[in-house]
């Protein structure tokens, strides 16, 4: 499929984990694709995507905490690429922490970056989507702790509900002018983050070797096994499409059954 051809995606996040998954799925479709992370070698990563899929790949280095880098960034992306339809907002980060030793610091870093983030790109885009007449579309990275919040990452769990609420706003807002927001709540999927998130749960939670924990947790869901920043990234990508014109404000769990909900 090529659903995506002759157009342009932003992806946030999209250098590593689930967010390249997200933007090689455009790309493998024939979207041509921003990717803006933090990393210094979101260049060299989204020039390495562009050979292997053949399609214009750009990467931008950008903290999604900065409204003036934001504007930069989409302006840049559309200078490149032309005309946004797609923005994936995908930037996350987790800090895990027991309830008495989690700080200010991490507190407003998951908050930051995981919520504010969100809603700085969603604005910028939304501002381009508008100014071109695109009937855009909006995706948000929310996480399964925007069902349930799980032990040690408070902060965490309080940025991603505030994700889908952001979602659900943002929708009612924009559902005239046929611009469509949904949020995404993947589960355990194989990407550094649960490699992180394994290990240090790990560590507070027992006596957990490397990848016990993870195991422990995968038996957990119906489908028995973690799944992929590929399987993420199809998700994502039909949100985007033209056969989800009709799907606003929702957000859509992707987690083998974990949580159903």
């Known amino acids: 499929m090529r659903r995506f051809a002759d157009q342009s995606v932003f992806v946030t996040g999209g250098n590593k984990g689930i967010g390249r998954g997200i933007a090689r799925r455009f790309a493998e479709e024939g979207a041509n694709v921003a990717i803006a992370a933090i990393d ?29 880098a934001v504007q930069a960034a989409y302006a840049e992306a559309e200078g490149q690429l032309g005309p ?3 923005s994936v907002q995908n930037a996350g980060v987790i800090t895990i922490a027991k309830v008495e030793n989690l700080t200010e610091r991490e507190w407003d870093l998951n908050l930051d970056v995981n919520t504010k983030g969100v809603f700085l790109c969603c604005q910028e885009a939304i501002r381009r989507f508008r100014a071109s007449g695109t009937k855009g579309r909006l995706v948000n990275t929310a996480s399964g702790q925007a069902r349930q919040g799980f032990i040690y990452t408070p902060h965490y769990a309080a940025s991603k509900f505030g994700v889908v609420g952001l979602t659900q706003s943002l929708a009612k807002e924009l559902a005239r002018e046929g611009i469509t927001v949904n949020a995404i709540c993947p589960g355990i999927i194989h990407t550094e983050m649960w490699d992180y998130n394994d290990r240090v749960w790990g560590q507070m939670l027992g006596e957990y070797g490397p990848g016990e924990l993870m195991t422990e947790w995968v038996e957990g869901i119906p489908m028995g096994r973690a799944g992929t920043p590929a399987e993420v990234g199809a998700l994502v990508a039909f949100l985007a499409s033209k056969d989800a014109a009709y799907i606003t404000g929702q957000t859509i769990n992707v987690d083998g059954g974990l949580i159903m909900s």
């Open 40 to 68: 210094k070698d979101t260049p060299e990563v989204a020039a390495a995507l562009g050979e292997e899929t053949g399609v214009r790949v750009v990467g931008l280095v950008l903290d999604v905490t900065d409204a003036h």
């Open 84 to 86: 946004l339809s797609v």
